[in-house]
């Protein structure tokens, strides 16, 4: 039997949290430019994200993407906004290295490397990457070799014991790209005024709506992430950015899940911070 090997996939959402290619999970707040992923070892790629603070002391949001490979650049902005080389484009649009596309509630990005970035203009941000890659990326979604005790491995080199200094060391652009100057002490959600709606919205994801999916991937990580993007929401919908995570997730196992966002509240132009 030939086993045909998948592409290795990132996933960022929310309050910022992420899964790295070895499956890795953790949250980091930080308000700066970072490098997410790239090429090593080659250059051949890299991936940066801009994370904004949306007026909150200690929150923060993925709000840009850059792509770059060689001469070009592609960066994807809020509203899904797509510009090359600093060039606003319509999508779809191609040339000989990307080809870019609309799916459902995302832009869709593929390159002539194989690496293919999903976003939704708002929050969730999706990095897959062929196996050829495997050990040879470094940045905030790790090292892609299969051992995901090692993802904390810092610009040094070291691996780090906390996701704070990990994550710190692949802060790229100086302080000039931070809207906060270092990441705050997260706050204890227990005073959070509107403790009640934040359960009942986040218990969404155990709900009727996603159980075909619970079988094989469980919610409680997304339920986790979900309650803490709640604590300092600038806009009470922030618990739909863990849902759509979990979605996504769900598609990319097979599972088609009937209309969720209208059950949910969490339709594309209802939640938009931007």
Sequence with gaps: MIVIAEDGVCTVFGDPHYRTFDGKFFSFQGSCKYQLTGDCISQTF??????????????????????????IKVNLGVRMRVKINGERISVPYENDFVKITKISDSVLLRTHLGVKVVWDGNSFLEVSVPTAYKGRLCGLCGNYNSEPRDDFTTRTGVVAMDATSF??????????ACQRPEPHRRLSCTHFPHRKMRDRLCKLLRSETFSACHEKLK????????????????????????????????????????????????????????
């Design 167 to 176: 994550a710190t060391s692949w802060q790229v652009g100086g302080r000039k």
């Design 46 to 71: 890299s991936i940066r994200v801009t994370n904004d603070g949306r007026s909150t002391k200690t929150s923060a949001w993925t709000k840009n993407v850059s792509v770059r490979m060689g001469s």
């Design 219 to 274: 919610p409680d990580i997304y339920f986790k992430s979900c309650l803490v993007d709640m604590c300092e929401c600038p806009s009470r919908k922030c618990y739909c950015e863990s849902l759509t995570a979990y979605a996504h997730e769900c598609q990319r196992l097979g599972i088609l899940l009937s209309d969720w966002r209208k059950s949910t509240g969490c339709a594309v132009n209802n939640y938009k911070y931007y």
